[in-house]
């Protein structure tokens, strides 16, 4: 049973083509996480909604965004990729009725390739 | 702004030998989560902590959250093919209640 699903597995888009990456989550968690991760690297933060919260990280580019429009459903929309946005790219979630539970339950990522 | 520092970065194992994998923090943190990432998947939740002292086992693994609540320690017992991948602990530090910080991974191989 698949709780945070991300689509597609693999994204192909052209440089400078927006792109735009699709998470689901089955938890109910109130707080879904975007990450970046690059070749074997450790997972960076990109953004988070508690709810429909937005909150950004102070060093991720203006090139993302996300949208929220449910509790179920998280969007991260790159404007214009470049080649340095080639990475793999990390849906979470976790939960908590009196705040954020610590617990990230991670999708299992899109790879973005950027030609 | 605030690291984890994890050792080993790699390691070269014979399959049946026991692994042990730390991270350490300057600061005090409230929770310390270990995860593995297999190639081209997303980091599984293997197992959380959130006392100092706790002692956690998942089947094989066992991990710690160290009494000064500045480390954590991952042991593998019998290691098997399909430990290979990478481990990344994860801590959140005392001021954030959201914000994870990642330490860098380490990367375990079985030998042939």
């Known amino acids: 049973d698949a709780m945070v699903i991300q689509n597609p597995r693999y994204q192909v888009t052209q440089f400078g083509k927006p792109v735009t990456l699709s998470c689901s989550q089955t938890l109910n968690h109130n707080v879904m996480y975007w990450y970046q991760q690059k070749s074997s690297q450790a997972p960076k933060l990109l953004f988070h909604y508690y709810d429909k919260d937005f909150n950004n990280e102070a060093d991720t580019p203006d090139n993302f965004q996300s949208r929220r429009p449910n509790t179920s459903f998280c969007f991260l929309d790159i404007r214009s990729p470049g080649l340095g946005d080639a990475a793999m790219y990390l849906c979470?979630?976790?939960?908590?009725?009196?705040?954020?539970?610590?617990?990230?339950?991670f999708g299992q990522g899109t790879r973005l390739t950027v030609v | 702004g605030q690291q984890l520092n994890q050792s080993p970065q790699s390691m070269f194992i014979q399959e049946g030998e026991d692994v042990s994998m730390n991270c350490t923090s300057s600061s005090i943190f409230n929770t310390w989560l270990w995860y593995k990432q297999d190639p081209g998947e997303g980091p599984v939740l293997l197992i959380a902590?959130?006392?100092a002292g706790e002692l956690t086992s998942n089947g094989r693994l066992t991990a710690q959250f160290g009494i000064t609540r500045k480390d954590s320690f991952l042991n593998i017992s019998a290691s098997i093919p399909s430990d290979v991948g990478i481990y990344f602990c994860?801590?959140?530090?005392?001021?954030?209640?959201?914000?994870?910080?990642w330490g860098a991974g380490t990367k375990l191989i079985i030998k042939p």
């Open positions: 902590l959130y006392k």
């Open positions: 979470a979630t976790s939960g908590g009725t009196s705040g954020p539970n610590t617990e990230a339950f």
């Open positions: 994860a801590g959140l530090p005392m001021d954030s209640n959201y914000q994870l910080i």
